[in-house]
């Protein structure tokens, strides 16, 4: 099966920045879309930002213009940088993938989360 391993969590002060990585590994033909979402607690989980294998990125409103996704093919990892992080960034950030599989199949995978924490 695949796996997404999430990693570069941590504690940050107001302004500062974080780098989130996301590697998918395992036995897969492609990945289409990746993507990030997060969740605070008592609130549901929401899109982050997106980037396709093809085309422009989506991102949320509240993050628009501070975090910037990208993805590096040849390490099937996705990334995300947080600049200018806010207490209200705080959640914990899961990556996703949309993965091809080698047996035709096309399955959405979810990473097991890492938590960014924000303090003012």
């Known amino acids: 099966q695949v796996q997404l391993v999430e990693s570069g969590g941590g504690l940050v002060q107001a302004g500062g920045s974080l780098r989130l990585s996301c590697a998918a590994s395992?036995?897969?033909?492609?990945?289409?879309?990746m993507g990030w979402y997060r969740q605070a607690p008592g609130k549901q989980r929401e899109l982050v930002a997106v980037?396709?294998?093809?085309?422009?990125?989506n991102y949320a409103d509240s993050v628009k213009g501070r975090f910037t996704i990208s993805r590096d093919n040849a390490k099937n990892t996705v990334y995300l940088q947080m600049n200018s992080l806010k207490p209200e960034d705080t959640a914990v950030y899961y990556c996703?993938?949309?993965?091809?599989?080698?047996?035709?199949?096309?399955?959405?995978?979810w990473g097991q989360g890492t938590q960014v924490t924000v303090s003012s």
């Open positions: 980037i396709p294998s093809v085309g422009s990125t």
């Open positions: 996703n993938a949309d993965i091809k599989g080698r047996g035709w199949s096309r399955s959405i995978y």
């Open positions: 395992g036995s897969f033909f492609s990945i289409n879309g």
